[in-house]
DNA sequence: GTGGTCTAGACCACC
DNA sequence: GTGGTCTAGACCACA
C-alpha cells in the first residue's frame, strides 16, 4: 500500500479502514483482520496499526476484543458519514468558499471542474 | 490569532499574508510589517515568521530590504491566485469529489450548502 | 452475560460464581454446571471457563471430580466472604478513601450515595 | 517512580499527573514537564509518557504545543474532578455497595473503617 | 492464535 | 530544544 508523505500513515490507514467499511467489503458486525494480518498486508509495523484500531475503536466504530480479534461495530457505517459529513461542513466547505471566492469561482464553473 | 493545529503555523501565517494581499489591504509595492512587528501582533516566535516571509519571498510574493523593510512584489497579486488555482484543482478538488461521492452530496446540495 | 472490559473475564466469571455461592443458588456441596454448560450459558469459550474453574478450585472453593461433576466444597461460603474482605479492606479500601478525599466526599454524602 | 503491577504505566502516569494538577503543584495555564524530561524523571520511556500525555489532551486536561512544550488546560483541575466523580458513581459505587452487602458491613462499620 | 503494553532508537517538522 | 510518528522487537494476559 503507498502512502501520502503529508498526512500520518494511522490516520491513512483510518481512511482506508472506514472506506472499507462504508463499501461493505467490511460488513458491521463482521470479524475484519487482526493487527498483524493488516500490519503484514500492507507493510506496516503492528504498532501502527494498532494505533489505527486503537482510534478506530475511540470512535465507536470498530471494537477489539482480546484474545479474539477485531469487529466493526453495529453502527460503524452511519456513525462514519456522521463524522466525515461533519468534518466536512465545518472544517472544509468553508475554506473551499473562501478560496473560490478568492479566485472568482463561480459555481458554474466549480460544476464543470466536477462533471469532468 | 488563532491557528489550526493540523497545519504548521508558518504556513498559515503565509495564507494570511496571502490574504492581506489580494483584498489590497497589503497593496501591491507597499511596504508591510517587519518581522518583530507581525510576531508581536499575532503572538508568535519571530522565528516563525521569519520563516514564512522567506517562503514567500522565494515565491517572488514578497521582498526583503535589508535594513529597510519587507515589500509586496509588484505582480503578488496574480502570483498568489495562479499558485492557489492550481494548488486547489491539483490537490484539493479531487479529495472533495471522493468525499462528496462517499456522502452522496450531489451538485444540488452543494449548491444549497454554499449559497447559505 | 455482559462482562467489563477492564477485568479479564475469567475473574468475572469467579465473581460471578462466588455470588452464586453467596446467595445460596449454589449451595455447599452440590453439583454445579459443568464446564461445557457454563461456556454455553454464558456465551464464552470453555477454555475461559476452566480457567476460572481452576482458579477456583485452587481457593478451595469448589472441587472438580473428574467424569462426575463439578462440586462447591463444604465452607465455600465462609471462605469466599474471607477472601472477599480481606480484599476489601486491602486494596478496595485504601483507594476508595484516596478518592474521596480528592472528591470531597464526605462520610455524611456517602451515606446519602449509599442509601439510594 | 514506582509502579503497580495490575496497571498500566501509563495509566498510572495519567493518575500522577492529574494529582499534581489537583494538588496545584502544576497550576492550570502552566507549562509542564517536556515529555523527555517526564520520562527522565520516572524512568520510563518517551514513548510511554507520550501516550499518557496524549490521552490526557484527548480529555482536554492538557494541550501539547509542537516545539514549545505541555500546558496544563485552563479547566483542567475541574474537568478531573467531574471526570473522577462520574467513573466513582458509575463504576466503583455500585461495586462497593454491592460487596458490602454481601460481605455484610453496614455504614457504621465503615465509618469506623474510614476513620482508622 | 489474539489484543495490549512497553522499550529502544530513530527521524521529522516545527519553534 | 519541542512534540509527533514510525519501526523493530519483546513480553504479557487472555481465549
Chains 1, 2, 3, 4 share one sequence.
Do not use: C, W
Not at 21 to 46: C, D, H, Q, Y
Not at 50 to 55: D, E, K, Q
Not at 60 to 70: E, H, M, P, Q, T
Amino acid at each position: 500500500m503507498e502512502f501520502n508523505k503529508n498526512k500520518s500513515i494511522y490516520l491513512q490507514i483510518v481512511d482506508f479502514i472506514n472506506e472499507k467499511i462504508l463499501t461493505g467489503e467490511f460488513p458491521e458486525g463482521a470479524k475484519i483482520m487482526s493487527v498483524r494480518e493488516m500490519a503484514g498486508m500492507i507493510g506496516v509495523n503492528p504498532n501502527t496499526v494498532m494505533r489505527s484500531y486503537t482510534y478506530l475503536q475511540e470512535e465507536d466504530i470498530i471494537y477489539l476484543k482480546r484474545g479474539i480479534g477485531v469487529f466493526v461495530s453495529i453502527h460503524a457505517s452511519a456513525k462514519i458519514k456522521k463524522n466525515l459529513k461533519k468534518a466536512f461542513l465545518k472544517n472544509e466547505l468553508p475554506a473551499i468558499i473562501k478560496k473560490m471566492k478568492m479566485l472568482n469561482i463561480d459555481i458554474d464553473e466549480l460544476n464543470k471542474l466536477l462533471n469532468k
